[in-house]
Nanobody, 125 residues
């Protein structure tokens, strides 16, 4: 499985941005996808996740109500729609794929076997 994240950029506080994560390879093995972010000098933190079969979602409290994860099955792509962005949302954003059938701990980095490269989101105040 290969993951390609893109769509980052510079946006003003209060603005919106949509990130995409395109999966290729043995995508049939993927059961769920997650988004994480890492700001300079900080640990990687969970943003949100989606179960591909059924579409169940799970979000970090810090982004709940502002960020939305969705899927385009035909394009093997997962999106992260980010609204009402804040300067503290500035980070490198990573997508990840989980190929285990049980959705154990969607907020843990260890849940995911495959990772894309980061795409930088910068929110100016």
């Amino acid at each position: 499985v290969q993951l390609q994240a893109y769509g980052g950029g510079l946006v003003q506080a209060g603005g919106s941005l949509r990130l995409s994560c395109a999966a290729s390879g043995r995508t049939f093995r993927i059961y769920s996808m997650g988004w994480f972010r890492q700001a300079p000098g900080k640990e990687r933190e969970f943003v949100g996740a989606i179960r591909l079969n059924g579409g169940s979602t799970y979000y970090a409290d810090s982004v709940k109500g502002r960020f939305t994860i969705s899927i385009n099955d035909a394009k093997n792509t997962v999106y992260l729609q980010m609204n009402s962005l804040k300067p503290e949302d500035t980070a490198n954003y990573y997508c990840a794929a989980d190929t285990t059938i049980n959705w154990g701990t969607p907020g843990a980095t260890g849940e995911y076997e495959y990772w894309g490269q980061g795409t930088l989101v910068t929110v100016s105040s």
